[in-house]
C-alpha cells in the first residue's frame, strides 16, 4: 500500500507567489528521492494563505529515512521563512479509483 503523507501549509499573507516559485525550485529534492512516488501542491480555495502539499511514498519506513536526512532539513530551511504554522498528517492509501480521462487513455 503506497504511504501518504499530508502538509498543511499556513503562509505568511503576502509571501504566496514567493512561496509558490521556491517550492517548485527545490521540488527535486522530493521527487528525486527514490522512495517518492509523486508530489503535488495546492491552494486552498476556502482559506487565503493554505496550502496542501501532498506526496506519496513506497511506504512508512524509507519515507521516515527521507525526513530525518540532509536533503530533507536543506529543503525544509529553504521554504521555511515562508511559513507561519502547519501541520502533518500520514496515512495508508486503501482503494484508488481512477476518474473518466484516466481510464479512456485521453
Do not use: C
Request: aromatic share 10%; charged share 25%.
Amino acid at each position: 500500500m503506497v504511504f501518504r503523507v499530508q502538509l498543511r501549509m499556513e503562509i505568511k499573507p503576502g509571501h504566496e507567489a514567493d512561496f509558490e516559485r521556491v517550492w517548485r525550485e527545490i521540488g527535486d529534492a522530493v521527487t528525486g528521492h527514490p522512495a517518492n512516488l509523486g508530489q503535488w501542491l495546492a491552494r486552498s480555495l476556502e482559506e487565503p494563505g493554505i496550502y496542501y502539499i501532498t506526496s506519496d511514498w513506497v511506504d512508512e519506513p524509507r519515507f521516515r529515512d527521507f525526513e530525518t536526512s540532509e536533503g530533507h532539513l536543506r529543503h525544509r530551511t529553504r521554504l521555511h521563512p515562508f511559513r507561519s504554522g502547519g501541520s502533518m498528517t500520514t496515512m495508508t492509501v486503501v482503494a484508488a479509483l481512477g476518474g473518466g480521462r484516466s481510464r479512456s487513455g485521453r
